[in-house]
């Protein structure tokens, strides 16, 4: 069975401290992508990656960065949290078909 | 540029009842594919139902079904025999062409009532 997992469920952070978090998928994927979700806004797209090593930018990475050492693995780093970076953040894997896409169960941030 | 648009932030509906939920897109590509997801409480993000542009059918999912009206560019999740446990935020999303980044709306809350 197709498999998204993301490191925590919920997280408590303070402002100015380094945030790390993780995604996995268990399904040889290349493709993975990391979405904020905020009330009224709907998920928006900070940052994907296509290949190992490879990011680009979606449309709101300003404060954010990311990492894939490995194909399983897709890390989303806040360099320097800020409260504006509480929100629900959900990481995705689209499957082979044109019709997939698997989400983990996501990961409610509060930054104090 | 791409968007899609959910014109309801909330509905109600009773139990056993249909219920339409809208949303129209904006794009200029030929080949797109078209979501709805399922949000519950916890969070997670459950895959309802799917639409490719090309889909002269409308795609169906047991009591899930898809009204899309390419020409008119929308493409309506319908939840047919409501039941409690389908009170969630729904939201429909695009798959950008030949490439896998979604667009989302913004969402809708439906809440099911005996």
């Known amino acids: 069975d197709v498999k998204v997992t993301q490191s925590s469920r919920y997280l408590v952070k303070r402002t100015g401290e380094k945030v790390f978090l993780e995604c996995v998928q268990d399904?040889?994927?290349?493709?993975m992508f990391w979405y904020r979700q905020d009330p009224g806004l709907g998920l928006r797209l900070i940052y994907f990656?296509?290949?190992?090593?490879?990011?680009e930018k979606g449309d709101i990475p300003e404060g954010y960065s990311v990492s894939r050492e490995k194909k399983e693995r897709f890390s989303l780093i806040l360099e320097s949290a800020s409260t504006n970076q509480t929100s629900m953040y959900l990481c995705?894997?689209?499957?082979?078909?044109?019709?997939?896409?698997?989400f983990g169960p996501g990961t409610r941030l509060t930054v104090l | 540029a791409q968007k899609i648009t959910q014109t309801q932030p909330g509905m109600f509906v009773q139990e056993k009842e249909a219920v339409t939920l809208d949303c129209t897109y904006d794009?200029?590509?030929?080949?797109?594919?078209l979501f709805w997801y399922k949000q519950p409480s916890s969070g997670e993000m459950i895959f309802l139902i799917y639409?490719?542009?090309?889909?002269?059918q409308n795609a169906t999912e047991g009591r899930y079904s898809l009204n899309f009206q390419k020409a008119r560019k929308s493409a309506n999740l319908v939840i047919s025999a409501s039941q409690l446990g389908d009170s969630a935020m729904y939201f429909c999303?695009?798959?950008?062409?030949?490439?896998?980044?979604?667009?989302f709306g913004t969402g809708t809350r439906l809440q099911v009532f005996p």
């Open positions: 995705a894997s689209p499957g082979r078909g044109a019709d997939t896409q698997y």
């Open positions: 990656s296509y290949d190992v090593k490879m990011k």
């Open positions: 399904m040889d994927h290349e493709n």
């Open positions: 639409q490719g542009s090309y889909d002269e």
């Open positions: 794009t200029s590509d030929q080949s797109y594919g």
């Open positions: 999303a695009m798959r950008e062409a030949n490439t896998d980044k979604l667009i």
